[in-house]
């Protein structure tokens, strides 16, 4: 921007986007998952692809009107992409929407709030990541437990109601049997548990000087 004074040029201030402290540590960690990360913006090219290669991200689609970012979501999905869409402004509202996963940033708008599926509290990027990692953790979760839920009373019911004893001779007292068959409960609640151990990203150290 120029400064003038009485119509003449006095002066040039240079104004830049700066990203935020933790957006190269969540761009990291969303590569270690295994997600594309695709920078979809309004803003100049070389403005964009400026932050983008300081940050590491893979893809930079600029000059995007207000409009058109819902289109570039489905543009994503028809290439057979699932897509998820982070984003805070009413004009992110149609493409929070659109993707297969919208994530609204907690200080952004009413209108994005609302379309979101995930509101994210913080307006930190290394929540995303974050976000990610405990939905994925908290669905395998739910597969194990299923798994060890099946598989222990498919074993332990036949033996609590004597189906063996016939062939075996395995019969267990009625105490037995009925404590045996709160184990299901016990392993699940453990495994559970275990979710409290899920590694989450974190920032990076800053390097000493």
Known sequence: MFAAVDG???GLIGIADAPRETSAAAVAALHRAGIEVIM????????????????????VIADVLPGDKAAKIAELQ????????????????????RADLGIAIGAGTDVAIETADVVLMRSDPLDVPTALAIGRGTLRKM?????????????????????????????????V??????????????????????????PSAPHDA
């Open 177 to 202: 049997a009925a404590l045996s068959m709160s184990g299901s409960s016990f392993i699940v609640a453990v495994n559970a548990l275990m979710l409290k151990r899920l590694h989450l990203p974190r």
């Open 8 to 10: 003449r040029a006095a």
């Open 40 to 59: 979809l913006t309004g803003d100049n090219e070389a403005t964009a692809r400026r932050i983008a290669e300081r940050l590491g991200i893979d893809t």
């Open 143 to 175: 597969r194990q437990n299923l798994g060890w839920a099946v598989g222990y009373n498919a074993v332990a019911l036949p033996i609590a109601a004597g189906a063996f004893e016939p062939a075996f001779g395995l019969v267990l007292r009625p105490e």
């Open 78 to 97: 028809r290439g057979g992409r699932k897509v998820a869409m982070v984003g805070d402004g009413v004009n992110d509202a149609p493409a929070l929407a």
